[in-house]
Nanobody, 123 residues
Framework: QVQLVESGGGSVQAGGSLRLSCVVSGPPYNTYCLGWFRRAPGKEREGVAS???????TYATSVKDRFTISRDNTWNTLYLQMNSLKPEDTAMYYC?????????????????WGQGTQVTVSA
């Protein structure tokens, strides 16, 4: 059974930083691709960043140069370092994984999802 558990969300002021974590259990971690997605109230889900088996990354234009995605293959953990946060980054953040890496690279989604962690950025 695949499980993803996010943590690290919270409330910060604009310009602040947060680091999200996602512990993944179940799939052959090193062969799966991973990604972060978010959904703001009243908006559609948006792809934020992804990382493939080789560590190659993809970022949404809105977060490029502010967010950094990384993975620790020893601890089966995915991270999202978020710097220079803006009020428009406020959303529920989800991690996802799938063996179909093209889904993650194109920031479309994945077959397995976590429950999400809330990020709130105040002006």
């Amino acid at each position: 059974q695949v499980q993803l558990v996010e943590s690290g969300g919270g409330s910060v002021q604009a310009g602040g930083s947060l680091r999200l974590s996602c512990v993944v259990s179940g799939p052959p971690y090193n062969t799966y691709c991973l990604g972060w997605f978010r959904r703001a109230p009243g908006k559609e889900r948006e792809g934020v960043a992804s990382i493939d088996r080789n560590g190659e990354t993809t970022y949404a234009t809105s977060v490029k140069d502010r967010f950094t995605i990384s993975r620790d293959n020893t601890w089966n953990t995915l991270y999202l370092q978020m710097n220079s946060l803006k009020p428009e980054d406020t959303a529920m953040y989800y991690c996802a994984t799938d063996s179909r890496c093209w889904l993650l690279r194109s920031l479309r989604g994945g077959v397995y999802w976590g429950q999400g962690t809330q990020v709130t950025v105040s002006a």
